[in-house]
Nanobody, 124 residues
């Protein structure tokens, strides 16, 4: 059974940085992908980014500010968030998929296993 656990959320001030971690376990596939999603109260869940062994993608709203990173030996993916804005406030989820990001990376139904979420609050 695949498990994913994200962590690293918290309260930050606008302009500051924060890094989230997503640790995946319970799989033996050579190629896999992690998508990051976020959902603010009253809003739709939206794709933030995706990273696989072959490709990566970012939502327009975070391009230039958020960066994917992967430590494959540790089965860990990081989302480095810079220049945070109040509109980035949301519950952030990581999600696991066996394959690449190229198709439907920002569609939540692409992914097979989800973490519990970690809250990121950007406020003064």
């Amino acid at each position: 059974q695949v498990q994913v656990v994200e962590s690293g959320g918290g309260s930050v001030r606008p302009g500051e940085s924060r890094s989230l971690s997503c640790v995946a376990s319970g799989f033996t596939r050579d190629f896999w992908a992690i998508g990051w999603f976020r959902q603010a109260p009253g809003k739709e869940r939206e794709g933030v980014s995706c990273i696989s062994d072959l490709d990566e993608y970012y939502a327009d709203s975070v391009k230039g500010r958020f960066t994917n990173a992967k430590n494959k030996p540790k089965s860990t993916v990081y989302l480095h968030m810079n220049s945070l804005k109040t509109v980035d406030t949301a519950m952030y989820y990581c999600a696991f998929y066996v394959g690449t990001c190229v198709t439907n990376w920002d569609r939540f139904w692409k992914y097979d296993k989800w973490g519990q979420g970690t809250q990121v609050t950007v406020t003064k």
